[in-house]
């Protein structure tokens, strides 16, 4: 009864279960061979564990000879795991299957999600057991009656709340939605929840609050007196660099992760242990306290706030990339019309690099599990195993993968996967002839670029020879989206883009900066700014 996908090598496997995992909220399973096997998987178990990403790892372990060293395939996997899993569970025999099994899922599930290992030696395999009727054991985190109450009373003494919405906050589903409507609160979102409410809604303010500018998300929670932090780890990515600014009197923090509530980085005046379904839906029992016409910002502030942030980030984005095949259009208009020409419950998947903060800005997502990138470990060839995983877990939704060229080539070869596997879906290539976000770190740095420059195949040779088919963007939108929605099958459209006028100057100035500072005149000009620093 199960369906087993055969991918080009494990790490992408790994990948493929955590595109599952974040597409449907349900665990996959990813089966590999010791040693060299297990290995390959490491980067996408990390990347689970990065990503609050449920998977199992099953893993056969070969049988020692006693006295015998230098043997077949043996490392220790339990301490190599050890830092990105959860638990390494070993089962050495049959009758313990179905017992641990359901530990292994019981505990990928509940709490935070994570990746297990269960680790199966070879004797285990060989035996007949009476298998028993097993249910799959998450352990559903419930905030105390105390808790609620004292929730409820802080809600009451405030005037303007902000909602803060992460990955876990998915369970609350639409009731989300519901409570801010009745405290009129704005939401912000990092990039793992986006998608928690339609970023079309009024109440959606700082849809990825992360690409800034953190001073404007850092006024509104200055303004307000109270902020709800539902399934959010404050992590790095999701703090803009930890540049968010959150005064611990004025925060709330509800996780099922005792580690997540636990964290150094932004201690909460109030922490709560819970299911964030749970917790939600617990507070919506009380809608007649919560809901005061007084209450919360005004629908022309929420606006003026959505459009100072939208307007600000902006800069962020000067060194937009000119698309080749269309210099009278802009990146921005080329998301708009994908926005426009797209059901509102796609599935968008990201890889790592420069392409990732393209989508991530200007993306519209207007449902959960929206869209999906590798979010705190950044893994770069992520995108394509991802997006057949979440196509294998969503068969009926439409989902597309938004990758670099960079990004395309570490995993390439799954395309050849999907098309035996006869999974649906397209890829959008943005081919911009390097390393992305690399480079530009390097020409703001040292107006050069060095090793970040790639020399990539004809793409829609490739695309031919893996068994896909191949389009590259002619300057009309509109009509290579509508293509791009109705075919089937695995779809590359390759978007060759080229330096912006912006990167030029930048490279300029750098170039500039970085002769001037080896000049003779170099030494003494360190020297005044350390000096005028210190002063």
């Known amino acids: 009864s199960f369906r087993c996908v055969l991918a080009t090598d494990e790490t992408a496997a790994a990948f493929m279960a955590n595109g599952y995992y974040r597409a449907s909220g349900k665990p996959a399973i990813v089966a590999a061979i010791p040693g ?58 049959p009758a313990q299957v179905a017992e641990r099994v359901a530990e292994a899922f019981g505990i990928a599930v509940s709490g935070e999600p994570g990746p297990v290992i269960i680790e199966v030696e070879s004797r285990a395999l060989h035996g007949t057991v009476q298998y028993p009727d097993t249910q799959e054991h998450k352990i559903e985190l419930s905030a105390e009656k105390e808790q609620i109450n004292d929730v409820l009373q802080r809600i009451s003494e405030a005037e303007k709340i902000v909602i803060v919405a992460g990955q876990g906050a998915f369970a609350a589903g639409i009731d989300l939605l519901e409570l801010a409507e009745l405290l009129n609160a704005p939401v912000v979102t990092n990039c793992s929840g986006r998608g928690a409410i339609s970023e079309s809604h009024a109440l959606s303010v700082a849809a990825d609050f992360c690409l800034g500018p953190m001073e404007e998300v850092n006024n509104l929670f200055d303004k307000c007196d109270l902020i709800l932090a539902i399934g959010c780890k ?11 600014i959150i005064p611990s009197e004025k925060l709330i923090r509800v996780d099922s992760s005792k580690r997540v509530l636990k964290s150094k980085n932004y201690p909460a005046n109030m922490s709560i242990l819970s299911d964030a379904g749970v917790f939600v839906r617990a507070l919506l029992e009380h809608r007649e306290s919560l809901s005061r016409s007084a209450r919360g910002f005004d629908t022309q502030e929420i606006t003026d706030i959505k459009k100072n942030i939208l307007s600000k980030r902006k800069d962020n984005f000067r060194f937009d990339p000119i698309i080749t095949d269309w210099p009278e259009g802009t990146i921005a208009e080329f998301f708009a019309a994908f926005n426009s020409s797209s059901s509102s419950d796609v599935c968008v998947v990201t890889d790592a690099g420069f392409h990732q903060a393209l989508v991530r800005n200007y993306l519209r997502v207007e449902s959960i599990r929206g869209l999906i990138v590798p979010s705190d470990f950044q893994s770069v060839g992520y995108g394509i195993p991802a997006v057949i995983g979440a196509k294998l877990a969503n068969p009926e939704k439409e989902v597309v993968a938004m990758v670099g060229d960079c990004s395309l080539m570490a995993s390439a070869m799954e395309l050849r996967t999907a098309v035996r596997e006869n999974i649906d879906f397209a890829v959008i290539l943005f081919n911009d002839g390097g390393l992305g976000s690399i480079r530009l770190q390097q020409l703001a740095a040292f107006g050069k670029e060095f090793s970040a420059v790639l020399d990539n195949p004809d793409f829609s040779k490739f695309a031919e020879s ?42 300029r100035r750098s170039a500039l900066r970085e002769k001037v500072s080896d000049s003779f005149l170099g030494a003494p000009l360190k020297r005044l700014k350390r000096w005028i620093g210190g002063h």
């Open 234 to 244: 404050f992590s790095h990515n999701g703090t803009g660099g930890f540049e968010l």
């Open 466 to 507: 893996v068994g896909g088919e191949y389009e590259r963007f002619d300057g009309n939108p509109k009509t290579v989206f509508k293509r791009l929605h109705q075919s089937k099958g695995v779809r590359l459209l390759e978007v060759r883009t080229e330096d912006s006028p912006e990167v030029e100057k930048m490279r």
């Open 36 to 93: 060299p096997g297990f290995t390959n998987t490491l980067t996408g178990i990390a990347e689970a564990r990065h990503d609050s990403a449920a998977l199992i790892m099953i893993v056969e372990t070969n049988e020692e000879t006693p006295g015998r060293d230098f043997q077949l395939q043996v490392v220790d996997m339990e301490a190599m795991s050890k830092p990105v899993t959860k638990a390494f569970i070993s089962i050495s025999d």
